[in-house]
């Protein structure tokens, strides 16, 4: 009976093991060959010019291997006196670490990445900040007041939850077109200040604080605003934190709209900026990937520093009226 | 407010009506009290006026960025849009236009079988993957999950511009693994016959990781009583999970599923970076065709018509879903 618990406990390990496996590759891919050596020359041992483009593919980074390789003949040549051959390597040596990193380079020199970059990063905060705002107030009334016309306003906002939002793209884009807000950053943060998944989720979690902390704090005469501020948001902290990062994470991913209404390069998003380097170096692969990295890591961080809120994020939003 | 409530009650009084002056009182008394009530609803709306500024801004976004771009499309979708004239009416046509025509019927069959394939296979494997992980330690739970979840919080532009490398005829991590297995090598992307696969094959290797976390947290809360009495019924391990795990889950399921047919007809990014719905139209999809038609050729009306289009579909496959998969309940 213990034998099989244990060899059920394997073959759970194992199958997860290669499921994770298969779920990380891309990933992996992503920065094995952003970090790929591309142009390397070393006439020495006439290797192969590219790396990136190997068949079969080259699993790692292969100037780790090369930059230990020719450091260990630069020791040797060292003790064996000869500066000519030690030089040699040693040059060799700053060419592959170079040429390992040329692809960020190219990425910031020649292309935008930098601005692209910072566009991603002060929109997504711009828009996380207001969505936080104005959800947390809409949803805090919807929760917790009173007043004709609550429950039209909410199934009115409710029920449009269900449309695919491909159906506003051409009135929307008429709409921007006519406002004089195309190739604006505009564009982006008023669409995505009006999303209201938000005000759904922070109703419902605003369900859940006591009515008897808001009617204290109204005995104690704070004003509305007071109320809300002082009160009502330090107890959707959790529900805040949830929604913030969902929040930031669409809008850093955002794709389909935002290559719509960006047409100059300077004003580019992560996303389009990749798109567009795409379009224009089909074959570079460890350029785009290169790309790709820059792209994935913010989130990646973001995800692993939050996963707690991630996990309630989702199960508060899963939960059924 | 329930005090309130009765009060409101008594002040609605309307006589009877047993006779022609009853009726007239009656009706009076009716008119009267509307003006009262909306007077009261008035005053309501007065005292509670805080309520309506805290919603307000939220509602002027709502209103113009949701409420007309939707009206909007449907009006659209009857018109010829003109960039230069007034639009004019034109009815029906564009709709003709749209189940007329090849590309869409492609794009329609395309997204469904990307569908029909994908959806039950990720719901099911994360049904698995979730039972799998949840018979763990706390450590393995979280190493796992983190595993699974993590290629949904990279932006599927890079997931796809990933995997059309791996994808590469020649070079192609792909390829490299099929020949390790003894397989040809395939042009993936390039061929009408094997790129619409490749897209769903690529969908069907990225883990589910919304629905893995969703299952682990309804697993969690499935009462320890229920397996208690199953174990002493003598039940085994898969037994339990069949007829215990599984139909406690049902709410998960269905909403897993509405969630990822509904993301699934959308399906966008992978087809405009991948094959940009080639060749030919093997790999077109309806979000794809839309945007083709709205923002490379500019037929406003016919994309317009095309999106609502795609709304009833998922209107009308979102309701059937919720309806067979809550039947057994």
Redesign the interface.
């Known amino acids: 009976m213990k034998k099989r618990i244990k060899v ?1 406990k394997f073959i ?2 194992l ?2 093991s290669v ?2 496996v ?6 992996y ?2 920065f094995s ?1 952003s970090l790929q050596l591309k142009s390397f020359q070393d006439e020495d041992l006439e290797r192969p010019t590219s790396y ?6 080259k699993m790692y980074p292969m100037g780790i291997s090369e930059y230990v390789e020719h450091w260990g003949k630069a020791r040797d040549a060292e003790k064996a006196g000869d500066a000519d051959q030690e030089a040699y390597h040693r040059e060799v040596m700053s060419t592959i670490v170079k040429d390992t990193f040329s692809g960020f380079k190219n990425l910031f020199e020649k292309n935008q990445m930098g601005m692209w970059f910072f566009n991603s990063l002060y929109i997504g905060v711009v828009v996380t900040i207001g969505i936080l705002l ?2 947390s ?2 949803g ?3 929760a917790k ?6 429950d039209i ?1 909410f199934w ?2 409710i029920s ?1 939850m ?14 921007i077109r006519d406002l004089g807000l195309m190739d604006t950053h505009w564009a982006l943060i ?2 995505d ?2 999303m ?1 998944f938000g ?1 759904f989720l922070m109703r419902q979690f605003m369900l859940s604080i006591p009515d008897e902390l808001i009617e204290a704090a109204k005995i104690d005469g704070a004003s ?2 007071k109320t ?1 501020w002082k009160i009502v948001l330090p107890l959707a902290r959790p529900g805040l934190a949830a929604l913030g990062i969902f929040t930031f ?1 669409n809008v ?2 955002s ?2 709209w935002p290559i ?1 209404v960006l047409n100059s390069a300077k004003l580019y998003t ?2 389009v900026g ?2 567009t380097l ?1 379009d224009a170096n089909l074959a570079d ?1 460890k350029l ?2 290169s790309g ?1 990295a820059i ?2 890591i913010p ?2 961080i ?3 520093i939050f ?1 707690r809120h ?2 309630k994020g ?2 508060l939003g ?1 939960v ?1 009226e | ?1 329930h005090k309130l409530y009765t009060k409101y009650k008594t002040t609605n009084y309307i006589p009877k009506k047993d006779s022609r002056g009853g009726r007239i009182l009656q009706l009076s008394a009716r008119f009267k009290n509307a003006g009262k009530s909306l007077k009261r ?1 008035g005053k ?2 007065r005292k ?1 006026y ?3 500024l ?2 307000l ?3 002027i ?2 209103a ?7 009206v ?2 449907f009006l ?1 979708s009857f018109q010829e849009y003109r960039i230069v004239d007034s639009n004019v009416f034109v009815f029906l046509d564009n709709y003709k236009a749209v189940f007329e025509s090849e590309a869409f019927k492609k794009a329609l069959l395309n997204t469904t079988i990307y569908t029909v394939v994908t959806v039950p296979f990720n719901v099911i494997t994360a049904l698995i ?1 979730a039972s ?2 949840h ?2 330690g706390k450590f ?1 739970q ?1 190493f ?8 949904t ?7 796809a ?3 059309r ?2 994808y ?1 005829y ?4 792909f390829n ?1 693994v099929m ?1 390790l297995l003894g397989m040809e090598p395939i042009n993936w992307l390039g061929q009408t016959d094997s790129a619409l696969w490749a897209i769903i094959i690529m969908q069907m ?3 589910f990781g ?1 629905g893995i ?2 299952y682990m ?1 309804s697993m969690s809360s499935i009462s320890e009583s229920l397996y208690e009495a199953a174990t002493i019924d003598g039940a085994n ?1 898969f037994q339990k999970w069949l007829k215990i795990t599984i139909p406690m889950l049902t ?2 399921t269905v ?1 897993l599923t509405l969630l990822s047919t ?1 993301g699934s ?2 399906v ?2 992978q087809i ?2 991948m094959t940009g719905g080639g060749p030919g139209y093997a790999t077109e999809t309806l ?1 794809h065709l ?2 083709k038609t ?2 490379r050729d500019f037929e ?1 009306g016919l ?2 018509a095309q ?2 289009v ?2 009833f579909i ?2 009308v496959i ?1 309701v059937l879903q919720y309806k067979v998969l809550n039947r057994n309940k």
């Open positions: 059920n759970t390990y199958l997860l499921a994770a298969i779920s990380l590759l891309p990933l891919w992503v060959t990136v483009n190997a068949n079969p593919p104005l959800d107030m809409a805090y009334v919807l007041k009173r007043f004709p016309g609550r306003i009115l906002i449009t269900m449309i695919p939002s491909q159906v506003t793209l051409v009135p929307m884009f008429i709409m008023l669409p200040l009006s209201v005000v509305e605003w809300y994470m850093w991913n794709f389909l719509i992560l996303p990749l798109k795409q692969f785009l990937m790709a792209a994935a989130m990646i973001v995800f692993l996963q991630f996990v989702l199960t899963g059924k | 407010m609803t309501e709306m509670n805080a309520a309506y805290f919603l801004p939220k509602l976004l709502f113009l960025f949701i409420v007309v771009p939707v909007w499309a659209l993957a799998l992980i018979s763990l393995a979280n796992f999950r983190a595993a699974f979840y993590l290629p919080v990279t932006s599927m532009v890079i997931i511009m990933v995997w490398w791996m590469n020649e070079f192609g991590l490299h020949g290797l990225i883990p919304v976390i969703l947290a391990a709410p998960s909403y509904i007809f959308q966008f990014t405009i970076l979000v839309i945007y709205g923002f406003f994309a317009a999106s609502v795609l709304f998922i209107f979102s």
